[in-house]
């Protein structure tokens, strides 16, 4: 079992910029894959940045590329989403998500383990 508490979010003026955290409980989340997704009012949730088990692997939907950073640091059980350069369009709900599983996934079904999440909003 994996428990999450992601936080960091808030509000921000398009342009800036925000780091989130995802921190988790278990001695083995250096063995989990994580992603990073959100929901925004009226839309489906949508996948926005994926990490490998170890870090080595990383992805990015193509709205954010280039602006989000993904990193993990195992020895704290942290994955973060260093986020750049904030768009209006960026708002939402953003939640992290484990599996068991080195492997990382852009499909949410792929997660067994979800965080609260942490409310972005981004003003224009």
């Known amino acids: 079992q994996v428990q999450l508490v992601e936080s960091g979010g808030g509000l921000v003026q398009a342009g800036g910029s925000l780091r989130l955290s995802c921190a988790a409980s278990g001695r083995t989340f250096s063995s989990y894959a994580v992603g990073w997704f959100r929901q925004a009012p009226g839309k489906e949730r949508e996948f926005v940045s994926a990490?490998?088990?170890?870090?080595?692997?990383?992805a990015y939907a193509d709205s954010v590329k280039g602006r989000f950073t993904i990193s993990r640091d195992n020895a704290k059980n942290t994955v973060y989403l260093q986020m750049n350069s904030l768009k209006p369009g960026d708002a939402a709900v953003y939640y992290c998500?484990?599996?068991?599983?080195?492997?990382?996934?852009?499909?949410?079904?792929?997660?067994?383990?979800w965080g609260q999440g942490t409310q972005v909003t981004v003003s224009s």
């Open positions: 990490i490998s088990s170890s870090g080595g692997s990383t």
């Open positions: 998500a484990a599996r068991g599983w080195p492997a990382m996934s852009r499909y949410d079904d792929y997660y067994a383990y």
